[in-house]
């Protein structure tokens, strides 16, 4: 069972950056989009950003402009800039690779803590 990887989480400073990174841990097809989730303590999971095989982007409002996501398609990786982050940017984030048509998936990785503090 192919296993998404995520990696580049830890803590940081209110102010800070940190790029997450996401690959497969074997051979998949190309996704139709993949995208990270969030989920903080006593809260739902949620949506961060997503990105479509075209290049198509959709953000959290309130990541937008501070978030960047970006994906390889000959690596089928996905990575996540994150820029002037704050202390309600902490969470688990999760990285998601899904394809909506046959062979469909929907793969998910295990998480990596990210830490806003000072």
């Known amino acids: 069972q192919v296993q998404l990887v995520e990696s580049g989480g830890g803590l940081v400073q209110p102010g800070g950056s940190l790029r997450l990174s996401c690959a497969p841990s074997?051979?998949?097809?190309?996704?139709?989009?993949m995208g990270w989730y969030r989920q903080a303590p006593g809260k739902q999971r949620e949506l961060v950003a997503t990105?479509?095989?075209?290049?198509?982007?959709n953000y959290l409002d309130s990541v937008k402009g501070r978030f960047a996501i970006s994906r390889d398609n000959a690596k089928n990786t996905v990575y996540l800039q994150m820029n002037s982050l704050k202390p309600e940017d902490t969470a688990v984030y999760y990285c998601?690779?899904?394809?909506?048509?046959?062979?469909?998936?929907?793969?998910w990785g295990q998480g990596t803590q990210v830490t806003v503090s000072s």
């Open positions: 074997g051979i998949i097809l190309r996704p139709s989009a």
């Open positions: 990105i479509t095989s075209g290049g198509s982007t």
């Open positions: 998601n690779a899904e394809r909506n048509y046959p062979p469909r998936y929907d793969y």
